[in-house]
């Protein structure tokens, strides 16, 4: 499988139950691009550093959420999907077309 690539560096942090993705452009955080990411978000995006892999992604969900294969399928290419459309990571399209 192919692996995702970050694009820009991001600074993560957990607020009050929350975790916040902050993009970097330039020399400064884009305060007007701040991600809050829920459970399964904030999962995936911590797994980026480790395994671009989709099919390991979608395992991760599995094992965390007891989620059926599927719906941790749609749920990772949502998830990147989103993070593409920002400009946040690169998917390969063989990486796009496996989730």
């Known amino acids: ?11 993560t942090r957990r ?19 701040i991600y809050v990411l829920n459970d399964t978000a904030a999962l995936l995006w911590s797994q980026l550093d480790t395994t671009g892999d989709v099919a390991t992604l979608s395992a991760v969900l599995c094992e965390a959420f007891e989620v059926s294969p599927e719906q941790a399928a749609q749920d990772v290419a949502e998830f990147l999907a989103a993070l593409e459309e920002s400009g946040i ?11």
């Open 15 to 33: 607020i009050a139950d929350e975790t916040l993705l902050i993009p970097i452009r330039g020399q400064a955080a884009d305060l007007d691009a």
């Open 89 to 99: 990571i690169e998917v390969p399209c063989a990486a796009s077309s496996a989730a």
């Open 1 to 11: 499988m192919s692996n995702l690539v970050k694009k820009l560096p991001c600074v």
